[in-house]
């Protein structure tokens, strides 16, 4: 079952286009990663989902029950938008404790700083934090009320690899405990990595939308670089694969993943191995194709 999907979702800022009536649909505990070039769309949908912007049109469901306008959401989600704000001058305790009071919860904070790593610098204040610190701060805000879905804009700016490390192993730990974690980033072989679907924007619409096993058993694009010129026994065999060729010794083949090692290994047996061999998914290819 969908936790949640929408249908025919659009957006105009004047006479520009943002969002060009597009549907998608997520399942209760997926990972699921936003990707595309800046003006693509990414931000306006997280928007859209966090109640901060009314598309021009769209249906909302949350397990298949249609709502009634988007901000039906809010009581579903957690959300990450933009650089996380906090009061400076405050620890991470009272900052949470603020949080906590306003929206009437009634969460352990103790726990809850220690589920997201900041148990022992509780104490501390914000203004000495890390960026990492301060996004796992965020994090720990946007979960207080223990949410189904948990929607994040760009999570990962600002974050040294560290500060990444420990973003992910906290994101994925939320997610083993059956959060639904929608990801919006520009970061394309990180969330590859991290999540289990992806939708690829391009200029409002959806270029690609694939889940990771499909991406896992699609074919890959291959480049294959000699340090000369195959000769023509290899160029007939390879001309038979149906290759084409970006520079005379550099060919490019698209493959799947159990075929790449076998044609490596006939390729060493006609005496011509390639040099250096790079592989691009289906995923990363239309990003390169649609950004460059």
């Given at each position: 079952?969908?936790?949640?999907?929408?249908?025919?979702?659009?957006?105009?800022?004047?006479?520009?286009?943002?969002?060009?009536?597009?549907?998608?649909?997520?399942?209760?505990?997926?990972?699921?990663?936003?990707?595309?070039?800046?003006?693509?769309?990414?931000?306006?949908?997280?928007?859209?989902?966090?109640?901060?912007?009314?598309?021009?049109?769209?249906?909302?469901?949350?397990?298949?029950?249609?709502?009634?306008?988007?901000?039906?959401?809010?009581?579903?989600?957690?959300?990450?938008?933009?650089?996380?704000?906090?009061?400076?001058?405050?620890?991470?305790?009272?900052?949470?404790?603020?949080?906590?009071?306003?929206?009437?919860?009634?969460?352990?904070?103790?726990?809850?700083?220690?589920?997201?790593?900041?148990?022992?610098?509780?104490?501390?204040?914000?203004?000495?934090?890390?960026t990492g610190?301060?996004?796992?701060?965020?994090?720990?805000?946007?979960?207080?009320?223990?949410?189904?879905?948990?929607?994040?804009?760009?999570?990962?700016?600002?974050?040294?690899?560290n500060g990444?490390?420990?973003?992910?192993?906290?994101?994925?730990?939320?997610?083993?405990?059956?959060?639904?974690?929608?990801?919006?980033?520009?970061?394309?072989?990180?969330?590859?990595?991290?999540?289990?679907?992806?939708?690829?924007?391009?200029?409002?619409?959806?270029?690609?939308?694939?889940?990771?096993?499909?991406?896992?058993?699609?074919?890959?694009?291959?480049?294959?670089?000699?340090?000369?010129?195959?000769?023509?026994?290899?160029?007939?065999?390879?001309?038979?694969?149906?290759?084409?060729?970006?520079?005379?010794?550099?060919?490019?083949?698209?493959?799947?993943?159990?075929?790449?090692?076998?044609?490596?290994?006939?390729?060493?047996?006609?005496?011509?191995?390639?040099?250096?061999?790079?592989?691009?998914?289906?995923?990363?290819?239309?990003?390169?194709?649609?950004?460059?």
């Amino acid at each position: 079952m969908h936790i949640l999907k929408v249908e025919n979702l659009s957006l105009k800022y004047g006479k520009q286009e943002v969002l060009k009536h597009i549907s998608f649909a997520f399942k209760k505990g997926q990972i699921i990663g936003l990707l595309g070039p800046n003006g693509a769309g990414k931000s306006s949908i997280i928007k859209i989902l966090a109640g901060l912007v009314f598309p021009d049109s769209g249906k909302l469901f949350l397990e298949n029950v249609l709502k009634k306008n988007f901000s039906d959401l809010r009581n579903h989600c957690g959300f990450l938008i933009d650089s996380p704000a906090f009061y400076p001058y405050l620890s991470a305790r009272q900052n949470l404790h603020l949080v906590n009071r306003i929206n009437k919860c009634h969460v352990d904070l103790n726990e809850l700083l220690l589920k997201v790593g900041l148990g022992n610098v509780h104490k501390k204040k914000v203004k000495n934090f890390s960026t990492g610190m301060k996004q796992r701060l965020a994090i720990a805000q946007s979960i207080l009320r223990n949410p189904e879905i948990l929607i994040l804009d760009e999570p990962f700016n600002g974050l040294d690899p560290n500060g990444f490390q420990e973003l992910l192993i906290l994101l994925k730990k939320l997610n083993k405990n059956g959060t639904t974690i929608i990801v919006s980033s520009h970061l394309l072989n990180e969330l590859e990595q991290f999540a289990d679907a992806f939708i690829l924007l391009h200029k409002g619409e959806i270029a690609l939308n694939l889940t990771k096993s499909e991406l896992l058993i699609s074919k890959k694009k291959v480049a294959f670089t000699f340090d000369k010129i195959p000769n023509k026994e290899v160029k007939n065999y390879l001309d038979k694969l149906k290759a084409t060729y970006e520079k005379p010794e550099k060919v490019i083949l698209h493959l799947s993943p159990d075929e790449i090692a076998a044609i490596v290994n006939k390729l060493v047996a006609l005496k011509s191995t390639p040099i250096n061999v790079e592989t691009l998914t289906i995923l990363q290819e239309k990003y390169l194709e649609i950004t460059i």
